[in-house]
T-cell receptor, first 113, second 112 residues
């Protein structure tokens, strides 16, 4: 089957670094995404990994290990505006050529002064 | 401006009263999807469409219908809404071969 696990909640201090983990099980892995979602708003794309390793984009980095079914999102120099939910999503290559996105339940991050 | 729009943004209705939530994108994207988001469950796909006149069920299609008569529009139809369809709904679109899905602003539905 398909399963994505990530912590429900995390807290961190402004200026610090936080790592949000995601583990997944899927039959036709074709990439892993991280989205940010502020309360009541639409998810917005943060990062995409399809090969093993680290992808860095400013204060945000994302890591993937396909053999371990594991990814993490690293947020550096935390700011108050980073308080949001972070969604891990796996793209699954299904029948008919459609690449389906399967989302985890999300990790709610609270950044404190 | 490239965007996905949804209407209405907020809707309160009663059990059994048919409703339609519209979704439109101006990016000429092939793929469009509908998701619902419920606390603790994350985003779950209801239906998706790979192109005009091509639609298929997602993970939670029961109680919903869709159509894709034009590339830009992908309405979600609830023929007989029930309280368990109270949720936050998102439409999303993407281009074939591209990584990113673009989400609409969401429609918050309450079925009494």
């Amino acid at each position: 089957g398909q399963n994505i696990d990530q912590p429900t909640e995390m807290t961190a201090t402004e200026g610090a670094i936080v790592q949000i983990n995601c583990t997944y099980q899927t039959s036709g892995f074709n990439g892993l995404f991280w989205y940010q979602q502020h309360a009541g708003e639409a998810p917005t794309f943060l990062s995409y990994n399809v090969l093993d390793g680290l992808e860095e984009k400013g204060r945000f980095s994302s890591f993937l290990s396909r053999s371990k079914g594991y990814s993490y999102l690293l947020l550096k120099e935390l700011q108050m505006k980073d308080s949001a939910s972070y969604l891990c999503a796996v793209r699954d290559h299904g029948a008919g050529g459609y690449n389906k996105l399967i989302f985890g339940a999300g990790t709610r991050l609270a950044v404190h002064p | 401006e490239a965007q996905v729009t949804q209407n209405p943004r907020y809707l309160i209705t009663v059990t059994g009263k048919k409703l339609t939530v519209t979704c439109s994108q101006n990016m000429n994207h092939e793929y469009m999807s509908w998701y619902r988001q419920d606390p603790g469950l994350g985003l779950r796909q209801i239906y998706y469409s790979m192109n005009v006149e091509v639609t298929d069920k997602g993970d939670v299609p029961e109680g919903y219908k869709v159509s894709r008569k034009e590339k830009r529009n992908f309405p979600l139809i609830l023929e007989s809404p029930s309280p368990n369809q109270t949720s936050l709904y998102f439409c999303a679109s993407s281009r074939e071969g591209e990584e990113t899905q673009y989400f609409g602003p969401g429609t918050r539905l309450l079925v009494l």
